[in-house]
């Protein structure tokens, strides 16, 4: 994947630069503030290759790539430097819901700080591990050292916070985390442990009582004074005199921010998070099946919304107040794993090679925690996979939920964090996480393998028409693809680039150009153009969407050889020059000059039947495509 293409292409079709207030990703999605979602062309960003799908919800316009979102992320900061760190300015007036914003504000709170949590809750699992096998004992030196490694993360939680906040907020991250460092200095701790051990006395500022809590792996308290700082430093900053800004406004701000987040915020912080414990446990205590049952089944409908997100931080709340989780992740756990064993169902028993090779490795995926190219490419697709895939979440949560199976360190649901429910010294979390994973995946494979049926494909008509150059012929169910560059046409198997050769991009052929001209193989329209002028992309009047790519790894010239005739959106005939190209520089500056010319949207087609051939010239027939 040519990640340098997808990111403009994206970039263009979400309404360009002009268009984007900010950008964040998670595991899977490009998430993006737009100006105006109406300039988003969403129905053709979905059939971009690349693009698994778009989710517009939670006040996020969300494009959804994979695993290989943080390569494409790259490449759009690169495209668009300011948008790094999300301090994107506007002025615009944000007329999303309430429920919007505070959906938008949590996924771009706690996504960047998900891989901390999750590398410091695998070295805890690792930990109990090595304790419950007898590797370490609890007193040496190597417990201590690990499990200190550990506890950084979950401990200086209100750190890592404080700089996630600012960036979402807009405020500056150093004076927030230095405000996560006030809630947690050892003198502040060391006065709040003597108050309670006392059992009685008091600590006061100025006259002004401060509660006697402390805030390590504490959540809301920190999000709340960040945002309350957000509100300050404009106001500090108007306030100082020019001369002397530079102390002044950090100066009041902190002042100011810390005074009333240790006196006012903080305390109101820690007893929402103690308040929403209570709530968990009173209703794990009522009904311990229920809410894991509800995630179980229902995550795939929050995932294709983007909003399960939010539930993400009552799980990580559950687990820094009472040192484990156990509705949430184990809920997940369930989702996550059932939608990847009914994606596999169906690799397992379509019959047409495309679909069976996107199931395989969507579902093995979605095993692992990542469901998105499950859901998007498959689940949602076929709807049978969704179904099951909801009937053995549903039942595999329940189960965990009888159980009350704990979560005690978070990472992404699936095989790979079943460590995660080692603690208390015992297994036995570990083997209830594993019988009710067991019971999703079978259940799930099972219903989805027996009620899935692959397309059925409509039946091709052997009449054709020839347009006036004999070149293009179309009847309702038939495309005629000719060929667009003089020389010899090869299978893609041939081209050395495992996203052409293996199919990744679409069925297709190559051709190893005789001479330096392409010409539009079909009548269409242009949909694709990039500025290193290597590949065109073509939509036939049909619905055939073809890449043409000259060259490998030619996209590294910069368009140096290369010449348009066409531009985006531009109507064309089959025959019309669409660029010009030198064969023997591009060639001479060591480049392999092999042509794909692929349907990238093969998985609508029910058949792809190509040619072979030593010498063609354009306007032969090259391919057909077989609706």
């Known amino acids: 994947m040519n990640y340098q293409e997808l990111a403009q292409t994206i970039i263009g079709k979400i309404g360009g630069q002009e268009n984007i207030k900010g950008l964040t990703h998670c595991a899977t999605r490009l998430r993006f503030n737009l100006k105006d979602e109406g300039k988003a062309q969403t129905d053709s960003l979905k059939n971009t290759v690349g693009v698994m799908g778009v989710v517009s919800k939670g006040g996020q316009y969300q494009v959804i790539i994979g695993s290989d979102v943080g390569s494409v992320y790259k490449e759009i900061l690169k495209e668009v430097p300011s948008l790094d760190g999300e301090k994107v300015e506007t002025n615009e007036k944000d007329d999303r819901s309430m429920a919007s914003k505070i959906i938008d504000t949590i996924t771009g709170i706690f996504t960047p700080i998900l891989p901390a949590i999750t590398a410091a809750g695998m070295l805890k699992a690792v930990l109990s591990l090595l304790v419950v096998f007898n590797a370490i004992d609890k007193t040496g030196q190597t417990y201590i050292i690990i499990d200190f490694m550990a506890d950084s993360a979950f401990y ?51 006259g002004l009582p401060i509660s006697a809590v402390t805030y390590g792996s504490s959540v809301i308290p920190i999000i709340l004074a960040v945002w309350f700082m957000s509100y300050i430093e404009p106001i500090a900053d108007k306030v100082s005199p020019k001369a002397i ?3 002044s406004k950090p100066l009041i701000t902190i002042a100011i921010v810390g005074t009333v987040s240790l006196v006012v915020v903080g305390p109101i912080g820690y007893f929402i998070s103690d308040g929403i414990s209570n709530g968990i446990k009173a209703l794990e205590n009522f009904s311990p099946w229920l809410v894991p049952t509800i995630i179980g089944a229902l995550t795939p409908l929050f995932v294709a919304t ?36 009914a994606s596999l169902a169906v690799g397992v028993k379509s019959k047409d090679s495309s679909i069976k090779q996107v199931a395989a490795s969507a579902g093995l995926t979605g095993l692992f925690g990542i469901t998105e190219p499950a859901l998007y490419g498959v689940n949602l697709k076929y709807k049978t996979p969704l179904y099951a895939a909801m009937i053995g979440g549903g039942i595999g949560g329940l189960f965990m939920g009888i159980s009350r199976v704990k979560n005690f360190t978070g ?74 560059i003089k020389g010899e046409i090869v299978s893609l198997s041939a081209v050395e680039d495992g996203m052409f050769s293996e199919e990744i991009l679409g069925k297709g052929f190559a051709i190893k150009p005789a001479e330096g001209v392409v010409y539009a193989p079909v009548s269409g329209t242009v949909t694709a153009v990039f500025d290193s002028k290597h590949a065109i992309g073509l939509t036939s009047d049909s619905g055939v969407e073809l890449l043409i790519h000259i060259g490998i790894d030619t996209v590294q010239l910069n368009g140096e050889g290369y010449n348009y005739f066409v531009e985006k959106g531009q109507k064309v005939q089959t025959g019309d020059k669409l660029i010009e190209f030198d064969l023997e ?36 027939q090259a391919m057909k495509v077989i609706r």
């Not at 983007?306 to 820094?320: A, E, K, Q």
């Not at 019988?435 to 999703?440: C, H, M």
């Not at 494909?457 to 060929?483: H, I, M, P, R, Y």
């Not at 000059?593 to 010239?617: H, M, Q, R, Y």
């Open 306 to 341: 983007g909003t399960h997100y939010g539930l993400v931080p009552i799980g990580i709340n559950n687990r820094m107040t009472t040192g484990y989780d156990s509705v949430i992740y184990p809920g997940m756990l369930a989702s996550n794993l059932g939608q990847g064993a």
């Open 411 to 484: 990472g992404s649901p699936g095989l790979l964090t079943l460590p995660s429910y080692i603690g208390d010294d015992t297994l036995k979390h570990l083997y209830m996480a594993c019988i009710g994973a067991a019971i999703s995946i079978v259940i799930s494979f099972v219903v989805s393998y027996v009620l899935y049926k692959d397309p059925v494909q409509e039946e091709v008509g052997t009449e054709t028409k020839n347009d006036e150059a004999g070149t293009f012929a179309t009847t309702n169910t038939l495309t005629e693809v000719s060929v667009p």
């Open 156 to 206: 200086f939680l209100p750190i890592l916070l404080a700089a996630s906040s600012a960036q979402k907020f807009k405020t500056n991250m150093y004076l927030a985390m230095m405000v996560g460092g006030i809630l947690l200095h050892p003198n502040f701790v060391g006065m709040v442990n003597a108050i309670k051990e006392a059992g009685e006395g008091s600590i006061h500022l100025f």
């Open 585 to 620: 520089k591009i060639a001479g500056k060591g480049y392999n000059t092999i042509t794909p010319v692929v349907v990238t949207n093969s998985a609508d087609f029910g058949d792809i039947i190509t040619l072979t051939k030593t010498s063609a010239e354009p306007g032969e």
């Open 245 to 247: 800004k530079f102390f």
